[in-house]
């Protein structure tokens, strides 16, 4: 989780975040050990903020890998992820209830983990999506 934790610190140094002033950074592992980071990317036209969490996994994509099994998020309060963080983390886990979240905080470090199931029990995940009608 050190590791992790140091990623997540270094990502939110480059956070880009002159709207809002708060400032995120993410990492995480991927199945195969791999770590990837992301930070929070704002716009003059606030709507098309990019959050941290989607960066990291934007990240881990990119190179090929498509399962993570831990991320740590750090803010300066130990916020937790956005509804549409939690759908998108939700996509590329194998079980939401193996894979841990870890909220820290710039001043009292990291807190528990808890799994993607606590925070998001009743994801979207149908099967259904994408079938054609025959
Ligand atoms: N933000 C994230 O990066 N991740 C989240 O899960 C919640 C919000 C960012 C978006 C925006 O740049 C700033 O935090 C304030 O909302």
């Not at 969490?53 to 740590?72: F, Y």
Request: include cysteine; charge should be negative; hydrophobic fraction near 40%.
């Amino acid at each position: 989780m050190e590791d992790l934790l140091r990623a997540a610190q270094q990502a939110q140094e480059n956070a880009y975040a002159p709207y809002s002033g708060y400032r995120v950074g993410a990492a995480l592992r991927s199945s195969s050990g791999q770590v990837y980071a992301g930070c929070n990317v704002e716009n003059v036209s606030y709507g098309l903020t990019l959050c941290a969490e989607r960066n990291a996994l934007a990240a881990m994509v990119t190179a090929g890998e498509t399962r993570w099994t831990e991320i740590v998020i750090i803010t300066r309060d130990g916020g937790t992820p956005c509804g549409a963080c939690l759908q998108v983390l939700l996509e590329f886990v194998e079980d939401a209830r193996n894979a841990s979240v870890i909220c820290a905080s710039e001043s009292s470090g990291p807190g528990p983990s808890r799994m993607l199931a606590e925070f998001l029990p009743l994801g979207f995940r149908s099967p259904e999506v994408g079938r054609t009608e025959s």
